[in-house]
């Protein structure tokens, strides 16, 4: 009888491995994942009894607080257009924006979920959140929703050569404090004003796209500095005919085309180029998110690459949708001789008692051209801001360079762009502005440009 | 003190339970530091006291000179004082009622215990089992229905289940009426082919074929019952027993085959159980619904991690029926993986020094009678922590020794005392092979051979 108690015995074994295995995987292998759940009611619960930590803007400006522990204290008192980027924390409506991308840090779990044993009875966890300092520049926020002057669009200031995002505003929002009240109505608006457009609104580029393909084109040795297109008006790609509404340019070269935005000499440009162009578009992250502490929109970038694909894509239209993160990132890389930095949004995060606990620095995220077809391109910008089309955006006192564009849309008139940079003491900043169905480029967004960058650049 | 004037042959267990003494102190001393802010509080009083249960059940062992295992009744007072730890943390207005069921359930261990022990138990079984039958349909016809299932006898106000008790009386039951199958005897010679029963001549022994009818009902009825979990602890533990005693593959077999049959049944007929299947199969297609409380469990393990959160920093509450069904799962999260792998040591070293004991017994009676035991206490170990843990469908059945209730408690430390009365003599007969010479092996292999046979003899008495 004992071998056949002795076979119970290894069953038994065999039995409590499992349950040791079992164990081990829930509260080794899962636990972090459980622990940090948003299902899990103890980070509710845990929240009732954490001082939130608060979010800064660059200069230590207070953007959102909790004036006691818990959610239902948290007042918002940044400047509106970035309401839409903070985004809000509620006990019930829950969170979002930085405040839910952000939430591991606020609410002070980020360091580590405390599970210490038994030494937690005697140390107590801590009961304040870490706090956020963000790169945004409060002033420069402001001018750029003085520019917006209540006009549906957005605004993304970037300093090209740190990758510290300045300013995103959108345009039109609502105050945290009223969208928890009047949530149902909040919701129910047309105009979407809980979207962060900056990030993730996604519009079609229009003629912004053009300083990306002819940065393209000169690396794929299509262009260079001393190559003349001869524009006769209009071309043919695949099915359709894409003309210039100024009529035909003549003999042209890069820079004049960029600064008149020839869409003949980029169609032409663009069937030349072929299957390359999309992928070398796709350098520019124009496919993808660009990777940010905050939630950004993917662009969507068809690698079709017949010939009525890429005359589309050659003036920024078709399937193409991008954010103006997207189009800021390649103006920031032209002016960075190629070069785009890593967009960066949280600057430091500083525990209760203002110990750093972490601190961005700068980083390459990619080298979509070289240097010396950024510098063609960026002196092409200069003379659209000098004698082109964007003439309305010059300032005296700075070198500015920029590209408009008039992106058409199903939704109405089309919407009005501008990307440019001003460069100033060394400083290089880069500004996307769109105004949604805000008609030509030239006339709505370019002349918005002057008060934002003079607010960065001249420190007032 | 009092054992000053005996001769104390329990120094093992007395090392061992003064350890865990000991241990429940400090969780206690923990216990009271994270609420009260004192080491020398309430909760240090309460989890002290749980234990010296035990200490007290030592002292009476060692009195009436039992000699039995000594392992045993620590690995209990472990398990205890774990359980009783994290329902003072659970639920402190329970822990007075919880305390009590301690002391009364050891009170009945000693009891059982030495009522095994001098074989007064023998042919006892069956009478248990017919009584656990009856009391059974009684509840049936005039229980009530606690969690899906109608197992519950009220009587003033107290409740009891009474399939609780009827897990024992299987056991004793099993021991007596297979102890007479010629398969269980030992081998003459360890080279020797081992005995095996076909299923026909256990069904020609009288007593092997009321136990079968028996089981049969019990089982039913607890299925009837609606407490489906309590049976499958049952099913399983009977059918394991039968195995050990017969050796008897195809029975295994058959019954795994009926137990699936019958599960599938249960599912079709009972929603409850039907709904605990799919909640086990998929927990998170269903989360805040049927599975509710296995996700719950699963934050609250993910939640303790490696060295849980400590007493007193979880909110173990957060799981429906914690102090009961799922206290595992309930203290893994103050107490962490390091904490969850140590009471499944502690319930893998009782029933695994339960079968070594049982493999060391006197008597095949007593053998089985240990077997039985250690089953049933294994298979709802099973149960329950991998209920817990997902590995297994939950079901509504306690941690031994450890989950709050005193039907639990008490049947559980019952079936602890049988058990611990079927090791008598195993140490003292290894003592004796140990001190014995070479020349006195012949001796002691005679002495095994005689009380075979009055086994043999005894259990032949029992099927006229």
Same mark, same amino acid.
């Given at each position: ?176 404090? $009223? ?42 040795? $299509? ?101 103006? $993160? ?135 | ?96 009622? +919880? ?193 509710? +409380?296995?996700? +719950? ?82 298979? +709802? ?84």
């Amino acid at each position: 009888m004992n071998h056949r108690i002795s076979r119970l015995l290894g069953a038994w074994m065999v039995g409590c491995a499992v349950l040791a295995l079992a164990a081990t995987y829930y509260q080794a292998a899962m636990a972090d994942r459980l622990a940090a759940s948003p299902a899990n009611p103890r980070i509710a619960n845990a929240e009732k009894s954490i001082w939130r930590g608060s979010i800064l803007d660059r200069n230590g400006e207070i953007l959102a607080e909790s004036l006691e522990r818990g959610l239902d204290s948290r007042v918002y008192r940044g400047p509106g257009s970035l309401a839409p980027l903070i985004g809000y924390a509620h006990p019930t409506l829950g969170k979002s924006g930085l405040e839910s991308a952000m939430d591991q840090w606020l609410s002070g779990r980020g360091w580590s979920y405390s599970r210490t044993g038994l030494l937690s009875t005697m140390s107590r966890q801590p009961d304040r959140g870490y706090s956020v300092r963000l790169t945004i520049d409060s002033r420069v926020q402001r001018a750029c929703e003085a520019a917006l002057a209540g006009r549906r669009g957005a605004a993304v200031a970037v300093d090209a050569a740190s990758g510290e995002v300045l300013a995103a505003a959108s345009c039109p929002w609502v105050h945290p404090a $009223l969208s928890e009240s009047a949530w149902d109505t909040v919701i129910a608006r047309e105009d979407s004003p809980l979207i962060c457009r900056p990030l993730v609104g996604l519009y079609p580029p229009g003629s912004t796209i053009k300083p990306a393909i002819a940065g393209a084109a000169i690396d794929m040795g $299509l262009a260079g500095s001393g190559t003349v297109y001869d524009c006769r008006g209009s071309i043919r790609a695949g099915g359709t005919i894409i003309s210039d509404a100024a009529g035909a340019h003549g003999s042209i070269d890069l820079r004049a085309a960029i600064a008149l935005s020839c869409n003949t000499t980029f169609v032409h440009l663009a069937l030349k180029a072929g299957p390359g162009l999309p992928e070398a578009l796709s350098g520019f992250y124009l496919g993808g998110a660009l990777p940010l502490d905050a939630p950004t929109a993917a662009g969507m970038l068809s690698s079709e690459a017949g010939d009525d694909a890429l005359g589309q894509l050659a003036i920024g239209q078709g399937d193409l949708v991008v954010t103006p $993160l997207h189009v800021a990132m390649i103006a920031a890389a032209v002016v960075n001789h190629g070069v785009m930095m890593r967009p960066r949004l949280v600057a430091e995060i500083r525990s209760a008692d203002g110990a750093v606990v972490t601190r961005s620095s700068p980083g390459v995220l990619c080298v979509p051209m070289s240097a010396d077809a950024a510098r063609i391109v960026a002196a092409g910008m200069r003379d659209a801001v000098e004698w082109g089309t964007a003439r309305a955006a010059n300032l005296p006192e700075y070198a500015v360079g920029g590209k408009t564009g008039t992106a058409e849309n199903p939704h109405g008139a089309p919407h009005a762009w501008f990307v440019g940079y001003a460069q100033h003491a060394g400083r290089k900043v880069v500004l996307a502005i769109i105004i949604e169905n805000g008609g030509s480029g030239g006339q709505a967004a370019a002349p918005l440009a002057g008060g934002i960058f003079r607010a960065v650049l001249s420190g007032r | 003190m009092i054992m000053r004037g005996l001769r104390c042959r329990r120094d093992t267990e007395r090392s061992l339970v003064g350890i865990v003494m000991l241990l429940a102190g400090l969780s206690g001393i923990s216990l009271s530091l994270a609420r009260s802010g004192s080491i020398f509080g309430w909760d240090t009083v309460l989890c002290f006291a749980a234990a010296t249960a035990f200490a007290v059940a030592h002292l009476l062992l060692a009195a009436a000179r039992f000699d039995g295992d000594q392992v045993i009744s620590a690995l209990i007072a472990a398990a205890a004082a774990l359980g009783y730890a994290s329902i003072l943390r659970l639920r402190p207005d329970l822990a007075l009622r +919880q305390l009590s069921f301690i002391w009364i359930g050891v009170g009945v261990m000693v009891a059982a215990a030495l009522w095994q022990s001098k074989g007064r138990a023998s042919g006892s079984g069956m009478a248990l089992a017919a009584g656990a039958a009856a009391l059974l349909l009684v509840t049936l016809a005039f229980g009530q229905e606690r969690g899906g299932a109608r197992s519950w006898v009220f009587i003033g106000g107290m409740g009891f289940q009474p399939s609780e008790f009827a897990k024992i009386a299987c056991a004793l039951a099993g021991a007596d009426a297979l102890s007479a199958l010629p398969a269980c005897r030992k081998a003459p010679l360890p080279s020797a082919a081992p005995h095996r029963a076909s299923l026909g001549q256990m069904w020609a022994s009288r007593p092997v074929r009321a136990v079968f009818v028996v089981w049969f009902a019990i089982v039913a009825l607890t299925v009837l019952q609606r407490d489906v979990g309590t049976a499958a602890i049952i099913y399983i533990s009977c059918v394991a027993l039968a195995y050990v005693a017969s050796g008897n593959r195809h029975l295994v077999l058959g019954a795994a085959a009926l137990g699936a049959a019958g599960v599938g049944l249960a599912c079709r007929f009972f929603p409850h159980v039907g709904a605990r299947f799919a909640a086990w199969s998929n927990p998170w297609a269903d989360a805040a619904g049927s599975s509710y +409380q296995v996700v +719950q469990a699963f934050y609250a393990l993910g939640s303790g991690g490696m060295l849980g959160r400590g007493y007193g920093s979880g909110s173990p509450w957060l799981i429906p029926a914690a102090p009961t069904d799922m206290l595992f799962a309930a203290s893994a999260e103050e107490i962490g993986l390091a904490g969850s792998l140590g009471v499944i040591a502690i319930y893998f070293l009782l029933v695994g020094h339960a079968y070594a004991c049982a493999m060391r017994g006197r008597s095949p009676r007593q053998q089985l009678a240990a077997v039985g035991a250690a089953n049933i206490l294994a298979v +709802q170990a099973f149960v329950i922590i991998g209920g817990n843990l997902g590995v297994l469908p939950l079901t509504g059945v306690t941690l031994p020794f450890a989950s709050y209730g005193g039907s639990s408690m008490i049947s559980s430390l019952a079936l602890a005392g049988i058990l611990l009365g079927s090791t008598v003599e195993c140490e003292s007969a290894a003592d004796k092979a140990a001190s014995a010479s070479a020349g006195a092996a012949g001796a002691t292999t005679d002495v095994d051979h005689g009380s075979d046979g009055n086994d043999g003899n005894r259990g032949g008495g029992d099927g006229r």
